[in-house]
């Protein structure tokens, strides 16, 4: 069973860091590109960023270049998303997901965490 868990959300003012992690269990995660998504009440679900299966490959939304930043660990089987700069649209439920060998900006992930909720003040 392959599953996916987000951590690290929760409450801060803007202008402040969070790190989330995403730790993976039932899947060869070597083998699997990762991606962080956002969605904002009453909004569609985003491509935050991106990362190949080395790490060596980083893919961005625009709006979070220079803030964000993305990486993993092959021994861990995880994930990060370091967020700096928050600002209040930021504001969201993130979730990372897993796809087989590339990364695309689109929802098209083989799996999915349940998600860790980010909620930036003003």
């Known amino acids: 069973q392959v599953t996916l868990v987000e951590s690290g959300g929760g409450l801060v003012q803007a202008g402040n860091s969070l790190r989330l992690s995403c730790a993976t269990s039932?899947?060869?995660?070597?083998?699997?590109?990762m991606g962080w998504f956002r969605q904002a009440p009453g909004k569609e679900r985003e491509f935050v960023a991106g990362?190949?299966?080395?790490?060596?490959?980083?893919v961005f939304a625009d709006s979070m270049k220079g803030r964000f930043t993305i990486s993993r660990d092959n021994f861990k089987n995880t994930v990060y998303l370091q967020m700096n700069s928050l600002k209040p649209e930021d504001t969201a439920v993130y979730y990372c997901?897993?796809?087989?060998?590339?990364?695309?900006?689109?929802?098209?992930?083989?799996?999915w965490g349940q998600g860790t909720q980010v909620t930036v003040s003003s």
């Open positions: 997901a897993a796809r087989r060998y590339s990364v695309v900006t689109t929802t098209d992930y083989d799996y």
């Open positions: 039932g899947l060869t995660f070597r083998t699997y590109a």
């Open positions: 990362i190949s299966l080395s790490g060596g490959g980083l």
